[in-house]
């Protein structure tokens, strides 16, 4: 609720602290007293159109200031949080408007700068104003399926947490949805490319690469390419040890001629035997594997020609894919994948359409259900405003409560319906929305109607009223007055009037009055009245500028009157100037 308003410097007023309480506040005082310039006020700090007009004749700028207390989990500290301004769920919210003389506007909230659009969304969820020149709240259209669900007991789990079941449904289904077009689009792109990896397949498969083979082809491409001076040094080699006579028949003649002298020798011969046997073991085997090497060097000029053309061709073939050579056989198994997938995304992709189509269906279901339940809440709440309305003088006038069919590609968490609040005023006539309808003093009581209904269904914890007792008195303002009562016991209320039969009604009250400010022109301020001051606002309401002591007894029986709570809360000590 609104529990503090600081202005400074707006119009008529230079300095004013307001505080507030639960339950009905009244506001009264003489026309032009300056009760228009509070609500203007108000509207600023909550994000009303800045007006420099607004700022105080030789004031370099006007300053409003609202305090609110909120519970923790109102949707505003939903919106702080968003815009990492959020405070602890215990803590006030202080919204704050500043204009300057040359138009110039800031905004804060609890004293960190925010944008004047996010005070605006606060001031939509905090207070609606209701008036005869300006409204919002359940005026607006996108508010009454919300409005009607709470209402209904939709959104709180009656009947069976309908609400909440439809946008559980509504989110499989658009995640099923999701799901399918990604496919599709994944299967588009992939038919597209298809022609590509076929033939980016087939030359792969008719390239063959195998791991490890560039290395290979390198080592043979530079062996032929030296392939005459390989053999001119292999054939010497092989000379050498060949003439006059092979290596290892001059080491087995030394040997054999060794070991006949050996026993003369005693052992010192034995170790040079040795060495000459291993030797000769040695010179043998290189002298194989030099014949084996000459043997195999295939010194053909076409092989160099065969393996150099291949060597070119895996890695021409890896720069095109930007890949290494023995990177192209894992290319080759990755476009091999790819087409078999193809060959199996169809049938994926029926199983994707036969689940959303099932998510659908439930969604659809659901939110059949929960339109059953908001058709029958809307006659509910059709014949409970008609109730409400011939004590306020609206006895001719008809409230209906519409449901249309959305469109598919509207249909929403919320459901299938778009839902609207029609009234028409005079009889045979066709309804329409309320703000084009209805008067100004009518329109303040259809809301009064309504709220009255709904308010406990509702976020919004402080409504305000504008004059809606205009045009109006007798019976039907304190019929106007009862409800206002009423309403103030589920929410905050602060409403201007001029009808006693309201005032009477209210717990604390506040006088608006105009007075000299000893400086040659006049300044507005605001009084909290204490029981004995309420006895002659009221009775200056009833009898005018000469109250008389039988304006006074009747002050005193509307003030004590049934459903009056009169002196029963202490008003708020004034804190105006």
């Known amino acids: 609720m609104l529990s503090a308003l600081s202005i400074r410097d707006v119009v008529l007023i230079e300095r004013l602290d307001l505080a507030f309480g639960p339950g009905l506040g009244v506001f009264t005082g003489e026309t032009g007293a300056g009760k228009s310039i509070l609500l203007d006020s108000l509207s600023l700090a909550l994000g009303a159109r800045a007006d420099s007009a607004l700022v105080r004749k030789g004031a370099p700028q006007l300053s409003v200031s609202a305090e609110f207390t909120l519970a923790a989990d109102h949707p505003a500290r939903a919106l702080l949080g968003a815009a990492d301004l959020g405070v602890d769920g215990s803590e006030p919210v202080v919204v704050r408007r500043v204009v300057t003389a040359d138009g110039r506007s800031r905004a804060y909230v609890n004293d960190q700068p925010t944008s004047v659009g996010l005070l605006r969304q606060l001031g939509q969820s905090m207070v609606e104003i209701h008036g005869q020149f300006e409204s919002h709240g359940l005026l607006d259209p996108a508010s009454h399926r919300g409005v009607l669900d709470g209402f209904a007991g939709a959104d709180s789990g009656q009947p069976a947490g309908l609400l909440p079941a439809v946008e559980a449904a509504h989110a499989t289904w658009k995640a099923a949805v999701t799901a399918r077009r990604r496919a599709e689009a994944d299967l588009a792109r992939a038919r597209a490319e298809e022609d590509l990896l076929r033939h980016t397949g087939t030359e792969l498969e008719a390239l063959a690469a195998r791991p490890g083979e560039e290395e290979a082809l390198a080592e043979e491409r530079a062996l032929l390419m030296n392939g005459e001076k390989l053999a001119e040094g292999l054939n010497g080699a ?36 040795e060495g000459l046997e291993r030797a000769s073991v040695e010179a043998a085997e290189a002298q194989a594997q030099l014949q084996a090497v000459i043997g195999a060097l295939d010194m053909d000029p076409r092989r160099l020609e065969t393996v150099e053309e291949r060597l070119f061709a ?28 193809l060959e199996g995304d169809e049938d994926l992709l029926g199983g994707l359409r036969k689940a959303e189509e099932n998510a659908r269906a439930t969604y659809v279901e659901a939110a059949r259900a929960l339109s059953r339940v908001r058709r029958q809440a809307a006659g509910a709440l059709d014949r409970a405003v008609a109730a409400e309305l011939p004590p306020l003088k609206l006895e001719r006038a008809r409230f209906v409560t519409t449901l249309e069919d959305l469109p598919e590609d509207q249909w929403g968490a919320a459901g299938l319906d778009r839902v609207a609040f029609l009234v028409a005023t005079n009889p045979g006539g066709d309804p329409g929305p309320i703000h084009k309808i209805a008067s100004g003093g009518e329109l303040a009581r259809f809301m009064l109607a309504l709220k009255v209904i709904l308010a406990a269904g509702g976020d919004v914890p402080t409504l305000i009223f504008d004059e809606v007792d205009a045009g109006i008195g007798g019976a039907t303002a304190a019929a106007v007055g009862e409800r206002l009562a009423r309403l103030g016991q589920a929410v905050q209320v602060l409403v201007v009037t ?75 000590a004034p804190r105006s100037s």
């Open 314 to 341: 895996l890695r021409g073939l890896a720069r095109k894919h930007g890949l290494t050579v023995d990177g192209l056989p894992a290319l080759l198994e990755d476009i091999r994948r790819q087409i078999a997938t």
């Open 498 to 572: 001029h009808s006693p039969q309201v005032a009477a009604m209210g717990q604390r009250h506040y006088r608006v009055l105009k007075s000299d400010d000893g400086k040659g022109g006049f300044g507005t301020g605001v009084d909290a009245l204490s029981p004995a001051e309420r006895i002659e606002e009221v009775a200056r309401m009833l009898a005018g500028a000469h109250i008389t002591d039988q304006a006074r007894a009747a002050a005193r029986s509307l003030l004590s009157g049934p459903g009056t709570r009169a002196a029963k809360a202490p008003p708020s």
């Open 238 to 273: 092989l000379g050498a040890l060949s003439q006059p006579l092979p290596v290892e028949t001059a080491l087995r003649h030394a040997m054999r001629a060794l070991e006949r002298v050996a026993p003369m020798a005693g052992h010192r011969l034995d170790g040079v035997i």
